[in-house]
């Protein structure tokens, strides 16, 4: 069966926005994103309006700021120190990738981790990593579990995930929220050995790797969830292109009992969960 990523994230969406409408009301507090996006990269620029879009149908407020491509490293700083120190601010997002003449950890580094809404902070990961309260996670990770345990059930304990990717931004997050709920976690990657043997094991298979259509249907043991992460554009024979995941969906889908599809899958999830934790940042340090 499909995992429906599209409706969880609308039926989550459907919920934030009540929780706005209440904390609105009882506080007097509304949440605010703001997203920085420097430069004219196309696909940053359907995210970023994506991300304002459903920012505001949640009840929220959303600010956007761009800046040219040729902006200084310290031009930037100096804008998110503003933002920093803007108490109508909740939440910062800086799209990435950054130009190359920018300093991408520098940047991440310098916003607080109260208002990081990615999770990308050190401080942020390194909560996540002691398992502490309070850490703001990265959003497509939280967004994989969410689909996990929506086929799965709440109790993931005992399962065997295996995770294909060790990026800052899904991979090991994603691994690390695992753990979490009490899997076994094995971090495939690159250099790993004998891969299809490996993912043949996993009960849960999350595929981050950025390689289209890479997983095929015989790495996948028969009843096993799958996590598709990638978004991969590929040409067609008419010329046109079309979206895939990591994993070869019509392969897979004979033999997993759940996998979510590319696209509607792991994908709107992920605007979803930055406003909820956008929302979480408002709760916690709003003023
Ligand atoms: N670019 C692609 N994905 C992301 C994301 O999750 N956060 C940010 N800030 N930039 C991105």
Not at 52 to 64: A, L
Not at 229 to 250: M, P, Q, Y
Request: hydrophobic residues 40%; proline residues 5%; negative net charge.
């Amino acid at each position: 069966m499909n995992i429906d990523g599209k409706q969880v994230a609308a039926d989550l969406r459907q919920s934030l926005a009540q929780e706005v409408a209440e904390l609105k009301q009882q506080t007097g507090i509304t949440p605010g994103l703001t997203v920085v996006l420097v430069g004219e990269d196309p696909a940053s620029q359907v995210y970023v309006r994506n991300k304002v879009k459903q920012t505001q149908e949640v009840g929220m407020i959303s600010n956007e700021f761009r800046m040219a491509a040729d902006t200084s490293e310290e031009a930037l700083l100096a804008k998110l120190d503003e933002l920093n120190n803007d108490p109508a601010v909740h939440g910062i997002l800086v799209q990435l990738p950054l130009p190359k003449h920018i300093n991408e950890s520098r940047i991440i580094e310098s916003i607080v981790p109260e208002k990081d809404v990615d999770g990308f902070h050190a401080m942020n990961s390194g909560r996540l990593m002691n398992g502490e309260e309070g850490a703001l996670v990265p959003c497509t990770p939280q967004g994989c579990v969410i689909l996990a345990k929506k086929h799965l059930g709440d109790d993931l304990s005992g399962k065997h995930a295996v995770v294909i990717g060790r990026s800052n931004i899904v991979g090991k997050p994603v691994a690390m929220l695992l753990l979490q709920e009490s899997c076994t976690v094995t971090i495939a990657h690159s250099r790993t050995k004998d891969l299809p043997a490996l993912c043949r094991e996993a009960d849960i298979l999350v595929a981050a790797v950025g390689r289209p259509e890479m997983v095929k249907g015989d790495w996948i043991k028969p009843g096993a969830t799958v996590i598709d992460v990638g978004i991969n554009r590929i040409a067609t024979e008419d010329s046109k292109s079309r979206l895939v995941g990591d994993v070869d969906f019509a392969e897979a889908e004979k033999v997993a009992a759940a996998i979510t599809p590319v696209p509607g899958g792991v994908g709107p999830m992920t605007i979803a969960c930055l406003l909820k934790n956008t929302i979480e940042a408002a709760r916690r340090f709003g003023v």
